[in-house]
């Protein structure tokens, strides 16, 4: 991988790209009418971006001179997001990845007669174990998957469901050490998954101002109903 990524992106140089800083998969190339043409590449996936259809064309047939290419002109589904086109943006979605991880998770969940969450997380905050497990509580712990399944989350929680990146965070603090509680609470965070999988959505309008709303309802405070 590492050897094709070298190869791709001395062709990019060599083509008048430049590499975009944060994420080195970005390349980015400044045409003559003064428009940006796009390249996400990761692997062997890439995606083009232009405002103008010919700017993508003519890089497209460029990448066709070097490399075999395939072309679909839907952007429907990559790296596992699903993408809907909308009149607004674009609309982000996971729902293959909630759906695997919460099958994965249900024999835990009827197991251990987890109910599920209103919230990603409860408002007390999980703590680290005082005390060494037992040789015989290790080998249980060690049988269940909370790496994997933790790992799944993350994917979301980077991807299109910023709203449970806390949660991830808390939980991702035991994955070296964890214990029956903090595996209760990463499967109370799969079913609230589940039952709120909230697309992630991009407008097309809005410049560089970021907007955000909150729901202040205390962590799901039953007693609590300001906002």
């Given at each position: 991988?590492y050897?094709?990524?070298?190869?791709?992106?001395?062709?990019?140089?060599?083509?008048?790209?430049?590499?975009?800083?944060?994420?080195?998969?970005l390349?980015?190339?400044?045409?003559?009418?003064?428009?940006?043409?796009?390249?996400?590449n990761?692997?062997?996936?890439?995606?083009?971006?232009?405002k103008?259809?010919?700017?993508?064309?003519?890089f497209?047939?460029?990448?066709?001179?070097?490399?075999?290419?395939?072309?679909?002109?839907?952007?429907?589904?990559?790296?596992?997001?699903?993408?809907?086109?909308?009149?607004?943006?674009?609309?982000?979605?996971?729902?293959?990845l909630?759906?695997s991880?919460?099958?994965?998770?249900?024999?835990?969940?009827?197991?251990?007669?987890?109910?599920p969450?209103?919230?990603?997380?409860?408002?007390?905050?999980?703590?680290?174990?005082?005390m060494?497990?037992?040789?015989?509580?290790?080998?249980?712990?060690?049988?269940?998957?909370?790496?994997?399944?933790?790992?799944?989350?993350?994917?979301?929680?980077t991807?299109?469901m910023?709203?449970?990146?806390?949660?991830?965070?808390?939980?991702?603090?035991?994955?070296?050490?964890?214990?029956?509680?903090?595996?209760?609470?990463?499967?109370?965070?799969?079913?609230?998954?589940?039952?709120?999988?909230?697309?992630?959505?991009?407008?097309?309008?809005?410049?560089?101002?970021?907007?955000a709303?909150?729901?202040?309802?205390?962590?799901?405070?039953?007693?609590?109903?300001?906002?």
């Amino acid at each position: 991988p590492y050897c094709w990524y070298t190869m791709f992106t001395n062709y990019m140089l060599l083509m008048g790209f430049i590499q975009n800083k944060l994420d080195p998969c970005l390349y980015q190339r400044t045409n003559s009418d003064g428009t940006i043409t796009y390249v996400l590449n990761y692997v062997d996936d890439a995606l083009i971006f232009n405002k103008r259809l010919a700017h993508v064309e003519i890089f497209r047939d460029e990448l066709a001179q070097r490399f075999d290419i395939t072309v679909d002109k839907r952007l429907t589904r990559y790296l596992g997001l699903d993408i809907v086109r909308t009149k607004y943006g674009f609309e982000l979605s996971q729902q293959r990845l909630v759906n695997s991880i919460y099958e994965q998770a249900k024999p835990y969940i009827d197991k251990f007669n987890v109910q599920p969450a209103r919230v990603p997380i409860r408002y007390q905050r999980l703590k680290k174990p005082t005390m060494q497990a037992s040789p015989e509580a290790e080998l249980e712990l060690k049988k269940l998957p909370y790496r994997s399944l933790l790992g799944a989350v993350g994917y979301l929680a980077t991807s299109t469901m910023p709203s449970v990146s806390y949660a991830y965070k808390e939980l991702a603090r035991f994955s070296a050490d964890y214990r029956q509680e903090h595996f209760d609470a990463l499967l109370e965070l799969i079913t609230f998954i589940q039952a709120h999988p909230t697309p992630l959505i991009i407008a097309k309008e809005g410049g560089e101002q970021i907007h955000a709303a909150s729901d202040a309802d205390w962590n799901g405070g039953r007693q609590h109903l300001s906002t």
